[in-house]
């Protein structure tokens, strides 16, 4: 299994930035996804899930500004993220884990995802 963040750079706060992860070695299918985050001397936080029916979840912090979508097609997860602002500099991951994501509680834990992409930085000022 491989995944490859890019589209990071430098953004405007109040602007908005789209994250691309290209996957190989593995169904999409078969695997939930997630995006996720770690700010300096922060630990790793989940944004977002997409399961393998397709269901989408948000972090409570992300509700209403991010989204995540997937193009098969092109073995693709994609994570917009709207009106950002400093605080979302960070580096961010792409994740997969096999099978279905899990419940509340236990869907953004760093922990339950199997393969992470090496990041990709993005700094909002």
């Known amino acids: 299994v491989q995944l490859v963040e890019s589209g990071g750079g430098l953004v405007q706060p109040g602007g908005s930035l789209r994250l691309s992860c290209a996957f190989s070695?593995?169904?999409?299918?078969?695997?939930?996804m997630g995006w996720f985050r770690q700010a300096p001397g922060k630990a790793r936080e989940g944004i977002a899930a997409?399961?393998?029916?397709?269901?989408?979840t948000y972090a409570d912090s992300e509700k209403g500004r991010a989204t995540i979508s997937k193009d098969t097609s092109k073995s693709t997860l994609y994570l917009t993220l709207d009106n950002v602002h400093p605080e979302d500099t960070a580096m961010y991951f792409c994740?997969?884990?096999?099978?279905?994501?899990?419940?509340?509680?236990?869907?953004?834990?760093?922990?339950?995802?199997?393969?992470y992409g090496q990041g990709t930085q993005v700094t909002v000022s």
């Open positions: 994740a997969a884990r096999g099978g279905r994501c899990l419940a509340d509680g236990l869907r953004f834990d760093v922990h339950t995802y199997a393969y």
């Open positions: 070695g593995y169904t999409y299918s078969g695997h939930c």
């Open positions: 997409l399961n393998t029916d397709g269901t989408r």
